[in-house]
């Protein structure tokens, strides 16, 4: 079967302790995500997606990990879906750096089968499969962090 489907026992809560140890920074701003197939041609003709399950408007935001040594490569930089019926609004800046640490509630990983690199077989030719599991981060909410949900690097990591 291609395509990418979700199917509701893939969902895995988690949570920024889990996900992201060391944090998060904002790299984008929040932004509508787009119901292709409801959505027009002309700009005036754009439909936001919404969730399958709650029916609430999705957005998206791309976050960087606060762990770019040990994380795995996929956390280092990803877009997330937020779930919220108004578009969520971006925590402050830190002061003194261009930098916007977030804190994302809620989380929801789904992961799926992205199978875009497949292609069927041919005459003559085997199928070739270059199908990978990917995952989807999702979230009901953003935030600034609160001091103590950033935790202290544990001792073996500090040097």
């Known amino acids: 079967m291609q395509g990418n ?5 893939n969902k895995f809560p988690s949570s920024m302790e ?3 140890p060391f944090g998060a920074w904002l790299v984008s701003g929040v932004e ?3 119901d292709f197939d409801a959505s027009g041609r002309g700009p005036d003709e754009f439909v936001q997606a919404r969730d399958k399950d709650t029916g609430l408007p999705l957005w998206t935001v791309t ?5 770019l040594e040990n994380a795995p490569a996929w956390l280092h930089r990803l877009k997330v879906k937020v779930v919220a019926e108004r578009q969520p609004e971006l925590p402050p800046v830190m002061p003194g750096t261009p930098f916007r640490p977030v804190y994302l509630e809620g989380l929801v990983v789904v992961p799926y089968m992205d199978d875009k690199a497949c292609t069927p077989a041919e005459p003559g030719r085997r199928h070739r499969c ?13 935030r600034a962090p609160k001091t ?9 990591n500090a040097a």
């Open 130 to 142: 270059r199908a990978k599991v990917a995952y989807s981060v999702r979230a009901s909410g953003i």
């Open 63 to 67: 976050v960087q990990s606060g762990d």
């Open 18 to 20: 889990q996900l992201m």
């Open 5 to 9: 489907t979700y199917a509701t026992y």
């Open 32 to 34: 509508p995500i787009k």
């Open 148 to 156: 103590n949900e950033r935790p202290a690097p544990s001792q073996e």
